[in-house]
């Protein structure tokens, strides 16, 4: 596999910024639909027991804001348990690297890398029931205070801790330091000064041995510069160089552990290289710096350990255990055991891939002395991101009790942007999390309901895992995606259905030349039953590669192999324009290797670079997301680099390659956002809609909106981050009704990523009244619901012409229509003129309706029918046969429709003026009504329906003709009117609609 292309690269970057403070929210409040959660990973310290049968850990990472965790769980795997998560900042550790100590009485002591007030490490203390944390010290750095702790605490048994810390000190080469168990008295005990005579950085924690010593090592200085063994008293007097090591086959170098006494007046340890072959030793010296010898240079595999990172544990007949990092049958690390006197030494256990095993273990064991050992490996297990094992002293017994599994069931990480079913519902996936913690595909509603996981991935043959992209629906239940990994590693094809039936693997990819490997984007369909995508790597110059497959899973072919010359890594999905030709980008490669716009038939003849970016000012430079078509010729995309500030661009070009021109670029800082890597929306009225994964007040990205002529660029949102808002938006935006929708990579409640809805404020306005005069063709519109004089009045339509009002281009403003015979004739601005669309449907004698009936921001026609109680709907503005249809309520009934439950769908509804009773659906089907009320006055009363508070719910009103007066209502239910006012004509047409779009 190829490192340093886009997502790898583009991922490290986003990780940097994940502790960035909460600040400003921006232009709109984003609203949380779901938060997901980070668990514990990636250990890299050894436990401690408490004599009861728990074990307690620590977790350099995970938590809600990925700085490390503390973690308990028992020794037969039982009873794993969170304690905390750190926080970092002021005040709060990040980064434990060591592991704990405890007193016995319940409390646990330990140290972080970073975090506190400097961010230079802590001190902490916690109570073994997860209480009581606290920070005894911040590390501040300078001549009188370490820096950066790696190694862990020990006791004295008198309530004094000691502790090491890689840097700081009167040479900033690091200190011994001590502290009380209740926080006072801390002291540096001695400052490191490095050279031939004293050691430098301080890897691994200290020892106690008898009479008030303390022994450690050091990871550099010393003669040789390779390291030391030292000792010193807790009082901070007789410092003193017991070993230099020197390194070569007579002796290690490069401590990166702690040391071991048997009582006897011997020290063991380990060097993380040096011996025989340069791949680490464990050796023994005596106290007093004597008789140091090597017991064993590790040789690596399949035989042998290597790299031993971690120290010695002994038993009570004279046998030392220990890990290596690397080496063994698989060279995932080893545990081994060797006799104090260097005899028998063996391999009790090699690491190797799969669920039931760990890998890399950086950590020592304990024993529990009864023939029971306990570790922690800092990869492998399910989702390769850690475990807690125990194996027997002799051998046996090996077994995994724990496997860190990153994020929650629920997933975690969502990395690419939603897909909606226009009924409602909300498909995704994310790239962490799950039963397996390799990633899931998730539901939920439009309205934050109905959460529900649809498919952990599991990895293997037959399973994917860490899906990157986003899904694609067929309409008809269907669901198709990819994932970066599983399978044979490089990734696969899949389907499920949107119940989260019915999951397959339709293409496995492979690695070889003629297939692809890892691809990071979404799939697009034809309509014809077949899917186009990009790999991101493989094909014949393993440079990445667009394909085809059918959605039954034959078909598979290559369409094209990237060259690097005609671009290279294609991170993003395809564009098709429906005449048979795709559209795409590539991250690299091009004339200037700073990525491509290219084209190619759906039958891969026809190749061609439109666009080979250059980046600087007047151009953008890496592309990470896909292309938007407009139908006319027109591409719009976004690039992740390059414009003025280097920070990304929005650019146009036609489908013929020419008309290049940049529309927007990127300056980060609070006003703007940066590094855009995902698509556009289309939003209507030429307005496109795009997010960035930094910039914004908090530095956590943006959602924004620009015109396809590159004006009235604005921010909609920026994202604040842990706990109340989401960070680093990666995926493409999709809209429902008035609101966008979308997942961000990091933030939320649980620090793993959320799923949100903005409502766009270019949709957002409460609709107010007009009339319609057809006795001579007149509009009157009014922009609030209140008395008082029109604000557009113009002339439109015949006498004897049906008035229909909606938003057909989903600019967020209503504009009138009108219905004669069997034709809609529509506009697109409320002035006169001719009509912008004109569509036959529907018979004479039906009812003209209008809603958006699938949830795209689009207002389409309809008709109801009285005589049979039916309703035809359309889910476009063109003539044809309707896509709904059905029937509800009685015959020659008044047709009403509304959003009634905020979800971004219209749906229908009918009053029934024998008896003032309001029967509304929540859905477009026959059914009974979800809402069902009395209001108004059926001997005079014309129903309308407005969203009269701008909270997304469609209520109801009345308007009473021979008075000109208004009645609405909030809410949909009996009871008075919230709003009444006169306004208009006596004994006119009411007309309603959002006339401002504010």
Known sequence: MIVGRGVAGRLAVALGVVAASVGATGAGAATILHSFERRPEHPLAPLVADGAGNLYGTTYEGGALNFGTVFTIKTDGSGFALLHAFSGGGADGSYPYAGLVTDGAGNLYGTTLGGGPSNLGTVFTIQTDGSGFALLHSFAGGAADGRNPSGGLVADGEGNLYGTTQGGGNSDLGTIFTIKADGSGFAVLHSFAGGSVDGTSPYAGLLVGGAGNLYGTTLDGGASNMGTIFTITTSGSGFTVLHSFGGGAADGSDPTAGLLADGG???YGTTYQGGASDLGTVFTIKTNGTGFALLHSFAGLPADGSWPFAGLVTDSAGNLYGTTYDGGASRLGTVFTIKIDGSS??????????????????????TDGAGNSYGTTSEGGAANLGTVFTIKTDGSGFAVLHSFAGGDENGSYPRAGLVTDGAGNLYGTTYEGGASGLGTIFTTTADGSGFAVLHSFGGGAKDGSNPIAGLVTDGAGGLYGVTYRGAWNAGAIFTTRTDGSGFALLHSFSEV???GSYPVASLVADGAGNLYGTTEQGGASVYGTVFTIKTDGSGFALLHSFTWGDGAYPDAGLVTDGAGNLYGTTFWGGASDLGTVFTIKSDGSGFALLHSFVGAVADGSNPAAGLLADGAGNLFGTTYAGGASNRGTIFTIKTDGSGFSLLHAFAGGAADGSDPSAGLLAGGAGNLYGTTEGGGASGLGTVFTIRTDGSGFALLHAFAGFPSDGGSCVGSLVRRGKALYGTTRFGGAQ????VFALVNPLWKGSDTPGIYRDSDRQWYLKNTNAPGTSDLEFPYGDPSDLAVVGDWDGDGIDTVGIYRGNTFYLRNSNTAGNADLVVEFGAPG?????????????????????GDAAWFLKNSNAGGAPDLSFTYGLTDETPVVGDWNADGIDTVGIFRASDRQWYLHNTNASGDAELVFPYGDPATDVPIVGDWDNDGTDTVGVYRPAQGEWFLKNTNAAGNADLNFTYGILNEKPVVGDWDGN
Request: hydrophobic share 35%; charged share 20%.
């Open 265 to 267: 007046g011997n020290l």
């Open 345 to 366: 030494f063996a391999l009790l256990h090699s690491f190797a891939d799969g669920d039931e095993n760990g890998s890399y273990p950086r950590a020592g064991l304990i």
């Open 513 to 515: 030349a003629g297939d």
């Open 751 to 754: 620090g793993g990523g959320t």
């Open 846 to 866: 039906d009812v003209p309706i209008a809603g958006d009936w699938d949830g795209d921001g689009l207002d389409t026609i309809g008709v109801y029918r009285p």
